[in-house]
């Protein structure tokens, strides 16, 4: 009986932390930057930030999307193996072999990760498992991967790809292009009822001297009233983006935290008059919360090592979510 006990309790453990998702990871091998975008029919309800969990970008260095049954350890881990220099490739065989719940959980997972090696090339791989659920795959390309599970159909991935390459501009407005080719009803199908592709999205892109946590791009909707199409509300935010990046001068961004990972203190540079801050964990609780003030503002929640979602309000009601590390203080 204690094996299928066992069994049990890996096959819970899997299913608790399930997110699944439609996304794409890329290169930009001329300037350098590495992007990350994607979308699922779970929202803040279901998880702090939404769909945005998945996506880990290193700057200068590589982007990682671990989904379907997400696991922050597998994050982790998958970023520990980038940072240690291992490719693309032997990161996957790395997370395979190594799955917190053995062969089962592994082939329960999906990945997409991008890379240059040391001489610039790009390197991309991917997997979806077995058990990840229908409709699932993924399209690999030299300097992309995009992947799905419980789509509509292969229809979903093969749109993403086609408007990825297909079209002009930065990989910012590329990979923006890639999510409007999901832009349909039930694009992950357990929005078909709801009548939208999915209910959060998010998109990223990172240059090279950026910070882990302050991004170049770093857009997210991770909810909207229901009816409402994220990626639509995700298009809104893009294009105020890109409109003021073209007609103002680089300012200062407006949040800044570190260090990532925090050893049980993180300082907030927050350039706003007043706004507040919330922590919440990877199953959408909320941990921690405290005002901000103009200025240097310091943390030192006493949190049990993990991941969090980081969320700043501003006093316009402007949303800023990262993700951090915490270190058990």
Known sequence: MKPIFTFFLAILSIVAQAQDTFSIVAVDTTTGEFGSAGASCLDDNDIAGGAIIISDILPGRGVIHTQSYWSPINQANARARMEEGLSPEEIL???????????????????GIVDVDPQGHPRAAAFTGNGCLNWKGHRLGTYYSIQGNILLGPEILDSMEVRFLNATGTLAERLMAALQGANVPGADSRCLSNGTSSLSAFVRVARTDDEDDNLYLDLNVSSVPAGMEPIDSLQTLFNQWLQSTSTTAPQNKPVRMYPNPADGKLFIEFLGETGRLEMYSTDGQLTHQQPLFFGLNV?????????????????????????IVWKKS
């Open 299 to 323: 943390l030192q929640p006493n949190l049990p090592h993990g991941f969090y979602m980081v969320r700043i309000i501003d006093g316009s009601g402007t949303m800023t979510t990262r993700k």
């Open 93 to 111: 065989q790395w997370l395979k072999t190594n799955d917190p719940n053995g062969p089962i959980g592994a082939q329960s997972r999906q990945y």
